[in-house]
């Protein structure tokens, strides 16, 4: 028994991504400055912050939309970018391939094809970039489509669906290509309050199945309700972070405070 729960405190100790030193300027404005932050295995962290607090160039940085200018960065324990003289320094073709597949990103805008359907929106990617058997890809898109909800609109184009709708095509899309970690950017703000709560409901089903997440809202009930750590940036820093009964219901930072009194006032 005490190597079983051995090997079970293990498995829920593995981690996943790990960031040191992370910085990102644009035009010689600091973005980013001094990031650092883990994730383990069966985590659910919300990061949350003002418009412009870097929470979304965080992201990008860590699913390597931008580079780095600086930092490093290592996922399921293999460092990928390296510091090198202050700057970061990215490996091969091969091996960013190969860190690109431990992780899936869902958009705020949901970045489906228009000229595919549902069911091709969903497989595509799977088939064409991970090489993996079609007929198995689509049954298993096939699965999840019905998971979200969607088992109906297989042949139905992005056009075609609602805007909620399109972010559970997004959602499945990238459960089907197996990440270790979803990335979740602002994946509510383009949707009224009706809808935002099909998706919240979809991710809340995601955390209790122990799917490693990493999310970007607003949605401060929600982060409340599901995350197992929050994280508040504000000014390209990562000023608090911690449970979320600490972070929201007891914040330690003025910064935090105040940003969650404006929100609470709203």
Known sequence: MAELEKS???ASSERLLEINNLSKSFDGRKVLEDISLTVEKGEVISII????????TLLRCATFLETMDDGELSYCGKKVVTSRNG?????????MKEAKSKFSLVFQNFNLFPHFNVLKNVSD????????NKEEVLEESRQILKKVGLEEKL????????????????IARALVMNPEILYFDEPTSALDPEITAGILRIMKELAEEKMTMVIVTHEID?????????????????IEQGAPKDVIDNPSNERTKTFLRKLSSL
Do not use: H
């Open 8 to 10: 079970k405190n293990e």
């Open 49 to 56: 912050g003002p418009s412009g607090s870097g929470k979304t």
């Open 222 to 238: 929600f982060a409340r309700a599901v995350s197992d750590r929050v994280i508040f940036m504000d000014g390209g820093y990562i």
């Open 155 to 170: 042949k139905a184009y992005p056009c075609e669906l609602s805007g909620g709708q399109q972010q559970r095509v997004a």
């Open 87 to 95: 700057k970061a320094v990215y490996p091969s073709k091969a091996e």
């Open 125 to 132: 990617a799977a088939v064409s970039v991970m090489k993996r």
